[in-house]
């Protein structure tokens, strides 16, 4: 099973940007399908943006659409979310994680590896 280590968060100003990382350990990155969420005090998590196995299909949270890239690099086992154009409301604990399911879903409950989380604070 894989294990997800997430990195790059911060405090940053509102229309700054941030690439989170999420490093993958074991041979079989390939084979899931991975995510970002992200989940703040108070609200559901959230589905951010995921990415199919052979990353040629990305979808996205109408929120964040057009301003967050998700890409992964199977070379080195990482998947990424490039976050640009934050505002206050992105300030969240995002969350990478893997499905085993080849479509890439934005179904939070068919992903089941999940990382420990990283902080991203937006201020105003």
């Known amino acids: 099973q894989v294990q997800l280590v997430e990195a790059g968060g911060g405090l940053v100003q509102a229309g700054d940007s941030l690439r989170l990382s999420c490093a993958a350990s074991g041979r079989t990155f390939s084979s899931y399908t991975m995510g970002w969420f992200r989940k703040t005090p108070g609200k559901d998590r959230e589905s951010v943006a995921v990415?199919?196995?052979?990353?040629?299909?990305?979808v996205y949270a109408d929120s964040v659409k057009g301003r967050f890239t998700i890409s992964r690099d199977t070379a080195n086992n990482t998947v990424y979310l490039q976050m640009n154009s934050l505002i206050p409301e992105d300030t969240s604990v995002y969350y990478c994680a893997a499905s085993p399911l080849p479509l890439a879903t934005m179904a939070i409950e068919r992903y089941d590896t999940w990382g420990q989380g990283t902080q991203v604070t937006v201020s105003s």
């Open positions: 990415i199919s196995r052979s990353g040629g299909r990305t």
